[in-house]
């Protein structure tokens, strides 16, 4: 949890962003960034050999699997994968692939067994992944050692009730990857939020493109007039860098705005309140970056991160979902989409506007007219974001034209942040 000296430094960095006319004093001018991190085969194999396949990634909310024994399918990320919640109660992940001739150990989407049993020679494993049965094992001849031929887990770790997943078995913890968003987090009773919805839309354009349209507040006024723009001042809006391609923004309503009435991501009265979040959870927008995918708005009373899965360079699905507090008979909290009329759920009328213009956009970016993308300071995160993509990678795998110069430093990351001094300067000279 922020402590009070942050939330008052915070507090005055706002009407300093809105005061200034320019960036802050030695800020880097941002090189344009190459069109091809959006257009090229060459830079997606990249992205998914040394990214999807290193980070940490948020596969599903404890509610998911509840109970020993429970496990669901999950293959977000490319790779075919079992989330299960073991007899002994600690939840695992591994490959859903049976270690006799490579069949998925279980076809149903989610389910519950004390056992997870191959259909298609019936080899058993336990809910730990031991292989425990093989039949007519004597066909195998004495040298055949089940001990061997385990499921092949995959690194699981678990922050509140949020499962993720590494295919990295060398990875760092999910604690040293998230930094300080570990701590800053606790105060929004993500081990005590129940999953109130989760639902998929396939968009076409490429992953970023979906995903930075909710990095930068500077299309606001543009494109979320009646939405978004009576709660968020972008002129008053406080970006921060963290370590690993992490980033936070926190904007207050704009001065003019009756908050309490407008605000449409916590104002349902009948919901309950998480009473642990601070001032600016209570009084602010303040959302979250958390490299490589997740972005989300975090308020006392919601969860409610969108998730971007690249399903080819230029398709994206989008997971929206809504974390809440027990609402007991209660309509069920459901941020980001609205009933479509057939059963079914519709993207909200906020998040269509995010993503309205993203096959346009896509299908622009491809013509020869688009070469490159210049960003301003008020874009910065996504600059950032995309210099740790390439870190990601490896500096020395990405080819010079499809590369973005390292430019932001250290200097400009948290927690050294140089426009506290250049503030304090400003009022001393004043």
Not at 184 to 208: H, I, M, P, T, Y
Not at 286 to 314: A, G, R
Request: aromatic share 10%; with cysteine; hydrophobic share 40%.
């Amino acid at each position: 949890m922020m402590d009070q000296q942050t939330v008052d430094t915070i507090k005055r960095l706002m009407e300093w962003e809105a005061a200034r006319d320019r960036p802050p004093e030695g800020f880097p001018s941002l090189p344009d960034m190459p069109a091809g991190r959006y257009t090229s085969q060459e830079y997606y194999d990249l992205e998914q050999q040394h990214i999807w396949k290193k980070s940490w990634l948020f596969a599903a909310h404890l509610d998911e699997v509840p109970e020993p024994g429970s496990f669901m399918q999950w293959d977000n990320a490319g790779q075919p994968l079992i989330i299960v919640h073991g007899m002994d109660g600690v939840v695992r992940a591994f490959y859903n692939t049976c270690r006799h001739r490579g069949a998925p150990v279980v076809t149903q989407q989610s389910g519950r067994a004390p056992r997870l049993m191959c259909g298609y020679h019936n080899w058993t494993y336990k809910t730990d992944g031991e292989l425990v049965g093989v039949p007519e094992s004597q066909d195998f001849g004495s040298s055949f050692d089940k001990s061997c031929r385990s499921l092949i887990g995959v690194r699981c770790e678990m922050f509140g009730k949020l499962i993720f997943v590494n295919l990295d078995e060398h990875a760092m913890s999910l604690r040293e990857w998230m930094g300080p968003l570990w701590d800053e987090w606790e105060e929004f009773g993500f081990d005590r939020v129940r999953l109130a919805a989760r639902q998929s839309f396939d968009l076409k354009c490429n992953w970023k493109v979906a995903m930075e349209a909710n990095m930068e507040v500077y299309h606001v006024p543009f494109i979320h007039p009646d939405t978004v723009a009576p709660l968020v001042d972008h002129k008053r809006n406080v970006n921060t860098m963290f370590p690993g391609g992490h980033a936070r923004m926190i904007a207050p309503a704009p001065k003019d705005t009756n908050r309490a009435h407008v605000r449409a991501i916590d104002n349902p009265p009948e919901w309950q309140s998480i009473e642990t979040v601070g001032e600016l959870g209570r009084t602010t927008t303040q959302s979250y970056t958390m490299f490589p995918n997740w972005v989300s708005p975090l308020s006392n009373f919601f969860i409610p991160p969108l998730i971007f899965w690249p399903t080819s360079l230029n398709t994206t699905r989008l997971e929206l979902i809504t974390m809440a507090l027990d609402w007991g008979d209660g309509p069920v909290p459901d941020l980001w989409t609205v009933p479509d009329g057939m059963g079914g759920r519709a993207m909200s009328p906020i998040i269509l506007e995010d993503t309205q213009f993203g096959e346009a956009i896509q299908k622009s970016m491809e013509s020869d007219g688009f070469k490159s993308v210049p960003l301003s300071y008020q874009e910065a995160r996504i600059y950032s974001f995309h210099q740790t993509c390439d870190k990601m990678i490896g500096l020395d795998r990405v080819p010079p034209h499809l590369a973005v110069k390292q430019v932001i430093g250290q200097e400009w990351v948290w927690p050294s942040d140089p426009r506290v001094a250049q503030m304090e300067q400003q009022v001393e000279a004043a």
